[in-house]
C-alpha cells in the first residue's frame, strides 16, 4: 500500500506563488507516475500536471509556463510549483500515484493524497 502525504496549500493574492510538496512511503517511489490533480466546488477533477518516472512530463494547457512539476526520488517527493496564480486556480490539489505510463486521466492512478485547498484571492 502506499501513502501519499501532501503539504503546501493555503490563501495566496492573484499573481503570488506556491508550492506543493507530496511525499510517499515505500521504497519504490522511483518507479511510479507521479501527477497532480485539482477539483474546484461543481466541477469534475481536472488534469494538471504528471511525471513519469523517466521525467517526462504533461501539463494541462491552462497551466503550461505556470506550473512546473518535479520530482527527488532521495525523497520520495513530488513538487508542484505554482506561479502566476490566478482565482481561478483554487480548488483542492490532489497528488496521485501509479506504476502505469504517464496518464492525464484519473481513472489510470491507484494511489491518492488527501488534497490540501489552494485559494487564490485578494
Known amino acids: 500500500q502506499v501513502q501519499l502525504v501532501e503539504s503546501g496549500g493555503g490563501l495566496v493574492q492573484p499573481g503570488g506563488s506556491l508550492r506543493l510538496s507530496c511525499t510517499t512511503s515505500g521504497r519504490t517511489f522511483s518507479a511510479y507516475t507521479m501527477a497532480w490533480f485539482r477539483q474546484a466546488p461543481g466541477k469534475e477533477r481536472e488534469f494538471v500536471a504528471a511525471i513519469s518516472w523517466t521525467r517526462t512530463t504533461f501539463y494541462a494547457d491552462s497551466m503550461k509556463g505556470r506550473f512546473t512539476i518535479s520530482r527527488d526520488n532521495t525523497k520520495n517527493t513530488v513538487y508542484l510549483q505554482m506561479n502566476s496564480l490566478k482565482p481561478e486556480d483554487t480548488a483542492v490539489y490532489y497528488c496521485?500515484?501509479?506504476?502505469?505510463?504517464?496518464?492525464?486521466?484519473?481513472?489510470?492512478?491507484?494511489?491518492w493524497g488527501q488534497g490540501p485547498q489552494v485559494t487564490v484571492s485578494s
Open positions: 496521485a500515484a501509479d506504476r502505469r505510463s504517464i496518464s492525464r486521466d484519473a481513472s489510470a492512478y491507484e494511489y
